[in-house]
């Protein structure tokens, strides 16, 4: 049985992504896992004073949240069918700590989360949030564009530039789920220069085990060709490995990954190479 955590904020947002995830795994046994974060902070002296002296204050702060939760799963009726089963969460932490800690306890396989909305500048598409667990949380993470309404599809893109390999466990667990899911490969190495980069010939030795296309771009950014080849060839879901880079690296430059997540508008697949 999978366990999937489900990320929520009680906006149309996180409920359009739970909805995505209900659709996607609706043939798999699966625990879900409806996950609110309350943030440290976000109560005053007032909420404290409604709390009864039979509960603690603790209880008092996740009430209501767990009540809005309950609500949420009575409303999936519709998708609920006898392989999934559902549970309510409530935390008051730091919201990647929250997270990281219920990976453990709960052994998710899993994270399931929509786009949090326009935040600034640098985040168009992707929020705060969504990038925070993408840098701060080493768990196979799938996120859900806001107003994503589009239907499911069998192809997945696997966008690459010249500082990515193929060599970690970001792609064995890619492979295990393409082939779980039946989806059909696309791979887009982008180079910098008119010379293809050294690894295109390590790439094809390493995806010999699984069908795919193969494409190769130059002299194009690998957020905007990712982005082009998306919108061309229909593409239902993005997957992106993400790989260490050097502090130097992320201050100057910025991550491929974060810039591709901030330009694209249909699902990613976040996986992780450490």
Do not use: W
Not at 6 to 18: E, G, M, P, Q, Y
Not at 87 to 109: L, P, Y
Not at 228 to 243: D, E, M, P, R
Request: proline share 2%; hydrophobic share 40%; charged share 20%.
């Amino acid at each position: 049985m999978k366990n999937i955590l489900l990320l929520t904020d009680f906006s149309r947002n996180s409920v359009n992504a739970i909805d995505y995830a209900l659709n996607f795994f609706k043939n798999d046994m699966c625990r879900f896992y409806v996950f609110y974060v309350h943030k440290m902070g976000s109560f005053t002296t007032d909420d404290l004073m409604l709390s009864s002296e039979n509960s603690s204050i603790y209880e008092s702060i996740i009430e209501g949240p767990k009540n809005q939760i309950k609500e949420l799963i009575k409303g999936f009726d519709k998708k609920f069918n006898s392989k999934h089963r559902f549970e309510a969460i409530v935390d008051f932490d730091d919201f990647t700590d929250a997270i990281n800690q219920t990976i453990k306890s709960k052994e998710i396989d899993l994270i399931v989360m929509g786009s949090n909305g326009k935040t600034g500048a640098k985040e168009i598409i992707f929020g705060s949030n969504t990038l925070n667990v993408i840098r701060k949380v080493n768990c196979t993470t799938l996120v859900i564009p806001e107003n994503y309404s589009h239907e499911l599809n069998n192809e997945i893109l696997l966008p690459l530039d010249c500082t990515e390999t193929l060599h970690g466990k970001g792609i064995l667990e890619l492979k295990e789920f393409i082939k779980t899911y039946d989806l059909n490969l696309y791979v887009l190495r982008v180079n910098l220069d008119k010379n293809n980069c050294e690894y295109n010939f390590y790439d094809q030795s390493n995806l010999t085990n699984i069908l795919h296309k193969y494409f190769v771009i130059n002299q194009v950014p690998v957020h905007y060709a990712t982005s082009s080849f998306v919108q061309l060839f229909g593409i239902g879901l993005t997957a992106i490995i993400v790989q260490k880079e050097s502090f130097f690296e992320r201050f100057i430059y910025g991550s491929s990954a974060i810039k591709i997540s901030n330009s694209l508008n249909s699902p990613l697949l976040i996986l992780h190479d450490d």
